[in-house]
């Protein structure tokens, strides 16, 4: 197999990336699936930060001014672009991140269809006319942009992730600047390049509309503090989002926070058993437990759990482990730091009286740099320990419950509201889940695992999670301002409230 440096190195120049020379501060990109270093990029010193946001807050001055519409062309070159560059980008995402050939693609594909998405929704930033008890009067709704959006994203999603941000902000008029993980910066540095042709071929968007800052939080620091970034998106861990969210407070600036999920599935006696095995499967194990709406714990009500979990172990033991890019489902962690704090989650979960199935690394011949494990499950006497936190790690924690009430309880009893699934055929059941009574969750699904969300719905979850919406619904609210415009087409002046003031 070609070195994926050199596979790296090729993709990059495909995709339009012209990479400087690195310099003093250098930044070494190593891919997860075998340590092997790819390359050294420059990244982005303090002054250079400030000055780009400065440049983006000019190029939205202008941009407000371009029709949301015509804004929209852009997002519809990009989405050309991300079509004619998919294989490619995909690729370099798989090598960047550990993904499955066809996990890669499918964060391009999603890439593709938020720009669809935004492309139409260009022409539907509608407001309201509300009805007004002044006569001759008309009040009305507008949705305005903000300026420039700051942008802060994970590791696991490296391009999906700016792309839900970047398509809405940019048809609503707003200039981005975009500080993706330092684990990540290559896909990054493709997507800008990918960006900036359909700028060109745009033609006349204003000069410095999308930066790129590569670099360690100090970078993101600047974005959460600087005075021209009224809004930041960050998507991350919730210490993270603590540390953002508390900075943006500071200065009433607004934030999208996509935090640490702690998300769970109950499997209930009607479920259809292939189905939920199915769905367990892939929500826990895929992407090696590195998605935001892994599955991490699972109720399974008694009369149905030993034969479940048997099934479960049978699933966990067979599963293939090894080079994502050679289509293996289980891939590497991210590295030797996650490495860490699964094993120990998985020691915590011993003392706490778990029994553990698996979670030992595996060797992987021609992978020797990289972090694979065996997903783990662990029988899990009650909801303790580390069953409370996020370990961004293939570990899947399974309890028995009694009654569904207890099993709902139990499962909005955790810091965390990202995503919850149910597995039933019993329609009270599945109803009571989505309703106000049931899952805390920002995302609730009924025979569906708990990850792989589509663009359509809008993305997020509560209370440590963030509290942001991205994506679809009415996400893109997320990234204006909302003016309430009141109009007297008469010739007198009615006060609201009959309150009368004559001078
Ligand atoms: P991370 O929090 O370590 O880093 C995320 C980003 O935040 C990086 O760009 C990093 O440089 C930056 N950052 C870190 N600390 C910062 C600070 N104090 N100020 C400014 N910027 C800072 O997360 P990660 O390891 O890259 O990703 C995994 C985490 O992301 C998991 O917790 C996962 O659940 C979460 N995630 C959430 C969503 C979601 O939509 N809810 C999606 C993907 C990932």
């Avoid at 989405?79 to 995909?90: F, I, P, S």
């Avoid at 194990?285 to 479960?312: N, P």
């Avoid at 039933?424 to 106000?436: G, H, K, M, P």
Wanted: hydrophobic share 45%; net charge negative; with cysteine.
């Amino acid at each position: 197999m070609v070195a994926l440096a050199e596979q790296t190195a090729e993709l990059l120049h495909g995709l339009g990336v012209r990479l400087e020379s690195p310099g003093q501060h250098a930044l070494t990109v190593r891919s997860p699936v075998n340590g092997e270093m790819l390359c050294d990029v420059p990244t982005c010193a303090m002054e250079t930060a400030f000055s780009a946001i400065e440049a983006a807050h000019r190029a939205a001055i202008a941009w407000r001014r371009v029709p949301a519409p015509k804004r929209g062309e852009l997002i519809r070159l990009l989405g050309e672009e991300l079509r004619a560059h998919k294989a490619a980008l995909g690729r370099l995402v798989s090598i960047e991140a550990g993904k499955s050939p066809s996990e890669g693609l499918g964060e391009v594909q999603e890439m593709i269809d938020i720009c669809d998405f935004a492309v139409g929704l260009s022409r539907q930033l509608h407001g309201l006319t509300i009805a007004t008890e002044r006569p001759d009067h008309r009040m009305m709704e507008t949705w305005h942009p903000l300026g420039v959006v700051g942008i802060i994203s994970a590791f696991n999603f490296p391009v999906a992730v700016w792309s839900w941000n970047a398509a809405l902000a940019l048809i609503c008029g707003n200039a981005i600047v975009w500080k993706p993980s330092e684990k990540t910066p290559l896909s990054a540095l493709a997507c800008h390049a990918l960006l900036e042709r359909a700028l060109t071929r745009f033609g006349d968007a204003p000069d410095g509309l999308s930066q790129l800052l590569i670099g360690g939080r100090e970078i993101g620091e600047v974005l959460a503090d600087h005075p021209k970034v009224p809004l930041v998106s960050a998507t991350g861990s919730t210490a993270m989002g603590r540390a953002v969210g508390q900075r943006l407070a500071a200065r009433f600036a607004r934030a999208i926070l996509e935090l640490g999920g702690n998300n769970a599935a109950i499997v209930t006696p009607t479920a259809d058993p292939d189905l939920a095995l199915r769905g367990v499967a892939f929500a826990a194990m895929g992407t090696a437990g590195q998605r935001c709406t892994t599955l991490r714990r699972l109720f399974v009500h008694r009369s149905v759990h030993d034969g479940f979990l048997e099934r479960l172990k049978a699933a966990y033991a067979s599963v293939s482990i090894g080079n994502p890019l050679d289509g293996h489902l289980v891939g590497p962690l991210i590295d030797a730091a996650a490495f860490s704090r699964m094993q120990a989650a998985l020691d915590a979960a011993r003392t706490a009286g778990g029994t553990v199935h698996g979670g030992e690394r595996v060797g992987i011949a021609g992978c020797e740099g990289g972090y694979y494990v065996r997903p783990a499950l662990v029988e899990m006497p009650g909801q303790i320990g580390p069953v409370l936190e996020e370990t961004f790690a293939p570990i899947l924690y399974v309890m028995r419950y009694d009654d569904l009430h207890e099993a709902i309880a139990l499962q909005n009893d955790v810091p965390q509201g990202l995503s919850s699934a149910i597995f039933t055929n019993d329609l009270r059941e599945a109803e009571r889940f989505v309703s106000d009574d049931g899952s805390d969750c920002g995302i609730a699904n009924v025979n569906i695992g708990t990850s792989g969300a589509e663009i359509g719905g809008a993305f997020g979850g509560e209370k440590e999670t963030g509290g942001g919406r991205e994506s679809g619904s009415d996400a893109w609210k997320g990234y204006m301002r909302r003016a309430t415009n009141t109009i007297n087409y008469g010739s007198t002046l009615p006060l609201a409230q009959g309150v009368s003031f004559d001078v």
